[in-house]
């Protein structure tokens, strides 16, 4: 995998410009912030952050993925407000997750998600790379 970075652009903060990658590509679903058995155990922003994330790493997993093969990520919020004021345990819950791994990201604040309580969804792209 490597990161894209045109020359004498500033450097992305949490996320790259653009990733190149060649291997077996894994797409995940929208994941959001409820457990296995599909109940939310929090309505804080930032717990289903982590959630999401822990999920989404959880089908990397059953995939042969790691959180470091992630190519892409899509969020979708509904508070644009509530993401800024929890940025610093976004932030955190992000590196407990997946670690100091940035991807290509976007994010977009939409008017509601599908189930109720969800404050996130994010869709990812893997790239597990050929040996």
């Not at 653009?18 to 679903?29: D, I, P, S």
């Not at 296995?36 to 995939?63: C, H, M, P, W, Y």
């Amino acid at each position: 995998m490597q990161f894209i970075q045109p020359d004498g652009w500033p450097q992305p903060k949490g996320y790259s410009n653009g990733v190149l990658a060649e291997g077996k590509t894994l797409y995940v679903g929208g994941q959001i912030g409820w457990d296995e058995n599909e109940q939310f155990q929090s309505d804080d922003f930032s717990d289903q952050v982590r959630k999401t994330l822990e999920n989404t790493v959880a089908i990397l997993r059953a995939g042969g993925a790691k959180p470091e093969h992630i190519t892409r990520m899509t969020w979708y919020i509904t508070n644009k407000q509530e993401y800024l004021g929890a940025l610093k345990a976004v932030g955190q819950a992000y590196r407990d997750v997946i670690g100091r791994h940035f991807p290509v990201m976007a994010m977009l604040q939409v008017v509601a998600l599908m189930e109720d309580r969800a404050k996130v969804e994010i869709e990812t792209t893997a790239v597990i790379p050929n040996n």
